[in-house]
């Protein structure tokens, strides 16, 4: 399961990077109080609180982005729609996706095992997000 949990890593911070380049560029700098959904921006600064508490440890990320959840990624693509639409086919593109990702993810994260029919979709999906957004 480790190059399924590489798969997993490459791609969740592909996709952080996509949404946080795409936004800085085209919505300024403020980009993340304009353009992400309040709920997200919320729960975002609940953890971020939660985890400062432990100052022994090192922050997560020195990036709001990169205290979101996986499936928060793909909120935040379709809540900018207009800024991605260049890149996705649709929005059930990408809802569906994250969705089969998701699921998957959960599973290797908390070190479960998958079969191999799903590694293969993970394959899949991560190459047709290459291609994508290449």
């Known amino acids: 399961m480790a190059s399924v949990f590489t798969a997993f890593f490459c791609l969740e911070n592909s996709a952080r990077d996509l949404i946080a380049e795409r936004l800085l560029a085209r919505k300024g700098t403020d980009w993340w109080n304009t353009s992400v959904p309040a709920k997200i921006n919320t729960a975002v600064e609940r953890l971020k609180e939660k985890e400062s508490r432990n100052r022994y440890h090192a922050p997560r990320s020195a990036a709001l ?56 979709r993970i394959e899949s999906i991560v190459r047709d997000w290459i291609r994508q957004v290449g």
């Open 65 to 120: 982005i990169g205290y979101t959840m996986f499936g928060n990624l793909a909120q935040i693509i379709i809540a900018n729609w207009d800024e991605f639409s260049d890149l996705f086919p649709d929005q059930a593109w990408i809802t569906s996706r994250f969705n089969d990702l998701e699921m998957s993810r959960n599973i290797i994260m908390h070190t479960g095992v998958l079969p191999q029919l799903e590694v293969e």
